[in-house]
């Protein structure tokens, strides 16, 4: 029996169902594969044609963009909630990204593989517990000193209290200061809770220190088949666009290790010559900040060279203190207008203002190491997703990936593996 014809159709555009036997479709689908009408829609439902064409693109556009806010909100509050894990890892990725270049030059230069991660790791012991050696050292051989300086700064402080300006009377400034320290007192229970959190804090430390090392030591033994797992989580049909980013990004991170710690270098030894020709204590502890400073564009290079003319401030007066603050003005010129264009654009193609932005953002999510990361993770990211963008991947042969015989993490015996079909 043939269905009824529709009002407006013809018999020849009568529909006719699926012969019996076959897969029958939905019955829309079915009716929506007959012919269509003059100034009728077919594919929306009816609400949907009333609206224009924009409207719906935006509405569809805007609903995705809630699902990837929503996922890119919880990966972040997850990277939050793990930061005592996640923040050490990265700490070991940036490490391991200026020690494998090292530790293959060994190996190339016929050292074994073990000799050499080895002397990695002790390498970069020395390197940071050297610098934080002299610096201990130098400020506990100058403590009599600078408490002799502080207690002369004190008082020059309380002379122009009462002499300058703001003429304050002893009774006046001793108020104050007895004021202050009754305050200390009566909220001394703020500060043995904060001695508590002091001590979790260095515990914390301590595991993150730890876990750094083993990770940066795992980095170097095996951090090829560590990549070549995370590969294969994905889709295969994905694996080569996302195997050739990663190295990429690996590169970029690699070069951006290597010259941030030449800029950093030199901005060290700069402001501590600038120092130490000033006569100013603590120049090797300067020295240290600076260098540690720098590795957080703009921020860092601004709050360590303002700690240094506050020192010479306190200990030399407001003259040394202005030409300490010529030096710092000096190298902060020199590294923004021709280290950073020369050195650090090759690098890593990021403009300036992402830079900024990128630096601003990570401070306001996680602080000092969200201050640390943005830059790199930035620099990492826009390389990748030019890279994937470029479609340079599709020449690529669809590798699968297998890890090597022996691989660190693969720790299931061949013999209690499920045999194959």
Known sequence: MRPPRLAGMADSETPVPPPAGENRAPARSWFLRRRQLPGESLDLEPVDASLPRGVRLAGAWSWRLL?????????????????????????????AALLVPFKDVLHRHGWPRWLAIVAALVALVVVVGGLLYLAIWQVSRESHELQTQSIAAYDQFRSWLTTGPLGLSEDQINGTFQAIWT?????????????????????????????????VLFILIDGKS??????????RNARAALDGAGQAGWLTLRNFAKVQILV??????????????????????????????????????????????????VFKGWVFALIMLGVVLLVQQVEGHVLQPLIMGTAVKVHPLAVVLAVAGGSLLAGIPGALFAVPFVAVLNVMVHYISSGAWRGRAQEAFSPPAGAIWETVPRAVRRPRA
């Open 183 to 215: 305050s200390i007192q009566e909220d001394s229970q703020v500060f043995i809770s904060g001695a508590l959190s002091l001590g979790s804090t260095v515990g914390h430390v301590l595991a993150g220190a730890l876990l750094t090392i083993f990770s």
């Open 264 to 313: 950093a270098s030199i901005d060290a030894l700069g402001i501590g010559l600038g120092a130490f020709f000033l006569g100013l204590p603590l120049v090797i502890p300067i020295g240290v900040l600076v260098f540690l400073g720098s590795f957080i564009p703009i921020v860092g290079a601004v709050v360590t060279g303002a700690l240094a003319v506050f020192i010479a401030l």
């Open 226 to 235: 560590i990549w070549g797992w995370i590969v294969r989580i994905f889709p």
């Open 67 to 95: 699902v990837i806010g929503a996922v890119i909100a919880v990966v972040v509050f997850l990277i939050v909630q793990l930061r005592l894990i996640v923040i050490p890892v990265l700490i070991a990725v940036l490490l």
